[in-house]
């Protein structure tokens, strides 16, 4: 899936070839936003579904390749895949088919992310992606479709207990085939809620001082510039109300 790049990164290849001197750069730092909706959350006898927003900036001056996005849920929130339709086709069947066909029913929201091609060269070339979140047994998936171009990943999200550790795959670190060519993540967006019945996606049990507290950690791997910590984290704040 990572062929249809080469026209896109010929020029920013030829000019890597060359040998480009890096220089070294800030640290990693990651920012960003958390909402829910409804604000109101329920109770432990009595959860809310939500549709919970986050938005993740990763600093583009410290030009990291992420390996991976790790988020945790707290004690006022839920995440579980439990009772919800599920997508069972594999990545290859949903990027051929496209998530509308191959598993609609298991949709869970919508979203978008930005990467540079080889951000410490001359030529950086920028890369945005529309994503889909698709509801998997005890995962979410990731559906990330580069505009412009036809390069389609799927990217999977491990649920264990209250964290969701999506991991991202080295066809997505370095997207064209046989070139030493990194990407850089700049950011990622998504919005996600399913319900069905009484089973919601992301629910709410509960507020704490107003608001949920979200941490969130990005691993970085060793690309031609590599970053002088192995990850950065930070904490989103959701506002709640009882």
């Known amino acids: 899936m990572r062929k249809p790049l080469i026209a ?9 070839a060359a040998g480009v001197a890096y220089a070294q750069n800030p640290a990693g730092t990651i920012s960003g936003t958390a909402s829910v909706s ?6 432990k006898s009595k959860p809310k579904s939500e549709k919970f927003t986050l938005s993740v900036k990763n600093d583009p001056a410290s030009k990291t390749s992420a390996d991976s996005i790790k988020i945790s849920f707290p004690s006022t929130l839920k995440l579980s895949t439990k009772g919800l339709t599920q997508c ?44 889909t979140p698709i509801v998997g047994k005890n995962q ?7 505009q412009g171009l036809a390069n389609k990943y799927v990217l999977h999200g491990k649920i264990s207990g209250k964290t969701l550790t999506i ?16 990407s850089a993540l700049i950011d990622l967006s998504s919005t996600l ?32 510039t590599p970053p ?12 709640c109300s009882k």
């Open 228 to 239: 002088t910590a192995p990850s950065a984290s930070t904490t989103l704040e959701a506002k």
């Open 38 to 43: 409804p604000s109101k959350a329920g109770t």
């Open 140 to 146: 979410l998936l990731f559906y990330l479709a580069a």
């Open 88 to 131: 069972t086709k594999s990545d290859d069947a949903i990027v051929t088919q496209t998530p509308a066909k191959a598993c609609k029913g298991a949709i869970a929201g919508k979203g978008t992310a930005n990467a540079v091609l080889d951000p410490g060269g001359a030529s950086p070339v920028p890369i945005h992606f529309i994503v």
């Open 193 to 224: 809620s399913m319900k069905k019945g009484t089973n919601y996606l992301i629910s709410s049990t509960g507020c704490s001082g107003g608001k949920h507290k979200v941490p969130v950690t990005v691993g970085y791997v060793a690309n031609p």
């Open 8 to 16: 896109a990164g010929a020029a920013v290849l030829a000019l890597g």
């Open 167 to 182: 991991a991202i795959t080295k066809d997505v670190q370095q997207p064209i085939t046989g070139s030493p060519l990194f």
